[in-house]
C-alpha cells in the first residue's frame, strides 16, 4: 500500500534541481578538503604531543610528511606550536616560531595548490588536531559509497510552524558525549498516514534557515544509525516546508573522524522516512 500523506500535495522540485544538490553534497565529501580527506583526528594530552609522521607521533600525519614536523604542547587550555621542521604554514605565512592557539586556527604543510592541512580545534575542554590530505579522496569512490531513495513527493510536506518559548534552548549531545545547551529555532508539526509528528530546530548556522537533527524507523539498516539532518527555509506566513528528499547523513557517517550532534529524544521519529539519502546496500 502506496504511503499518503497529508499536506504532501507541494510540487516536487524539478529533478534537475534535487539532483544538483545531490551533485553538490558528493562534491563537498571529494573536494580537496572534503571529509573524505580526513585522515586522522587526535585529542591532545596535557604536555607534549608531536605532530608528524613517527609511528609514535600522538598526531600521526601521511608518511610522505616529516617524521617530526611539530610538537603541540597542551596546558589544559591552550596550546603552544613548536615547529620541528621547515614547512608548516599559518596565515599564509611561514611558522618559523612557537605560536599560541587558544582557539580553532588551521596550518598548511606542503607546496602546490592542494597542500595538506591541519585544523586545531576545541571541543569543550577538548583540543585536538583534524589532519587533511588531498590525496586521500582518491581513496573514495562516490557511487560506491553514497545512495539515495528515489525522490517522492509525497516525502515534501507542507508543516506548521510551531515558535519557540523566548530563550528555550534544548541539550544537544554529540558522539564525544559532551553536551551543549543549544537555542530552539521553532517546531514543526506535520502528519503522515494520519498521525501527528513533531520535530524541533535549531539555528541552520545561515540567517532564515532551519536545522533537524532526526532519527528514524530506517537507521541502522537503510540509512546511518546516528540520524540525517534536514536544512529547510525559515517560516513563510506560519508554514515550512520539510523536504525529505534532502535529508542527508551527518559527517560521521562518511569519516570517523567528525564530531558529530546526535539527535534529541523528540526528535525520534517512529515511521520510516524513505527519502534521502540511504545506504548504497542494507544491512
Known sequence: ?????????????????????RTDYIGKLTAPYGWWAVTNLAWLEEGDNLLGSDQDARIRLPERLPRRLANLAFDGTSMTVTPLADGLVHDGKPLPCPLLVEGDQVLFFGQGENPVRINLIKRGDLCGARVYDPQATADHDAQAEVAWFEADPCWRLDAEFLPPAPGETIDVLNVLGQVTPTPVSGRARFVVDGAEHTLVATPAG?????????????????????GRFLNVDGPVNGRIVLDFNYAHHPPCAHTPYATCPTPSEENRLPIAVLAGERYPKPL
Open 1 to 21: 500500500m502506496a504511503r499518503t500523506h497529508e499536506n504532501s500535495t507541494l510540487q516536487l522540485p524539478m529533478t534537475t534541481e534535487l539532483d544538483a544538490w
Open 206 to 226: 545561515i540567517n532564515g534557515r532551519l536545522f533537524f537533527n532526526f532519527r528514524d524507523a530506517t537507521n541502522r539498516t537503510l540509512t546511518y544509525g546516528g
